[in-house]
């Protein structure tokens, strides 16, 4: 089945590390996305990527960087310049870049926590 | 920047019908996208209107769009335990690539 694969479901890091959390999508879709997800805040875009080796800011990149080396992965790295990065952690990919007609397809997410 | 707003909480029975509301921002919006969130879990695509539609039926779900007042509306009939979770309405803006603007999301709790 074709789907996205957010890993680890569970992460902790302490203070001063990096982290890097995995997306994978066996879609075959073009565009990819990260969001942050905090307590009755919504969903807040970090970065997105519309084809491999290029990818722009969302409204919240500071503290964070992204790779789109292959097609079916996105991997987003939390850096520790990020200073309250605990929050949970949702990539998403569509179908073709620029089209939304079948909108976001998402991953299960990965809870960051700092301690 | 603009915020596609929702109501925070929406508390119903179980059996009764429940009315989650949206308002969003920008008038070119093509699509509108009704997201599912179970504790936990990534979204799940539930169902969409194109903007050209006033309304849109899906077995237990109804989507009302109303352009002028750019107010969109998810109707659950039937309400039932397994439909408490966040609800989240997108919008497609017309500009350039197209990003989803998410809504800050509604948290639905049925009640036995």
């Known amino acids: 089945d074709g789907g996205i694969t957010q890993s680890p479901k569970y992460l902790f890091r302490k203070e001063g590390q990096n982290v890097t959390l995995s997306c994978e999508q066996n879609l075959n879709h073009d565009a990819m996305y990260w969001y942050r997800q905090d307590p009755g805040q919504g969903l807040r875009l970090i970065y997105y990527?519309?084809?491999?080796?290029?990818?722009q800011k969302g409204d919240i990149a500071e503290g964070y960087s992204v790779s789109r080396e292959k097609k079916e992965s996105f991997p987003l790295t939390v850096t520790s310049a990020q200073k309250n990065p605990t929050a949970f952690y949702l990539c998403a990919s569509s179908i073709l870049a620029g089209r939304t007609d079948y909108g976001y397809t998402f991953g299960s997410g990965t809870r960051l926590t700092v301690v | 920047g603009e915020d596609v707003e929702q109501s925070l909480f929406l508390s119903v029975r179980e059996g009764d019908s429940s009315v989650i509301n949206c308002t969003y921002t920008?008038?070119?919006?093509?699509?509108l996208y009704w997201y599912k969130q179970e504790p936990g879990a990534g979204l799940q695509l539930l169902t969409y209107?194109?903007?050209?539609?006033d309304m849109k039926q899906d077995q237990r779900l109804t989507v009302l769009l109303n352009k002028k007042d750019k107010h969109l509306s998810l109707r659950i009939a039937d309400t039932q335990t397994g439909d408490s979770a966040i609800y989240f309405c997108?919008?497609?803006?017309?500009?350039?690539?197209?990003?989803?603007?998410f809504g800050t999301g509604t948290r639905l709790l049925v009640s036995p």
């Open positions: 209107i194109f903007s050209n539609m």
């Open positions: 990527s519309q084809i491999v080796n290029d990818f």
């Open positions: 920008d008038s070119s919006s093509t699509y």
């Open positions: 997108a919008e497609a803006p017309d500009t350039g690539f197209q990003k989803l603007v």
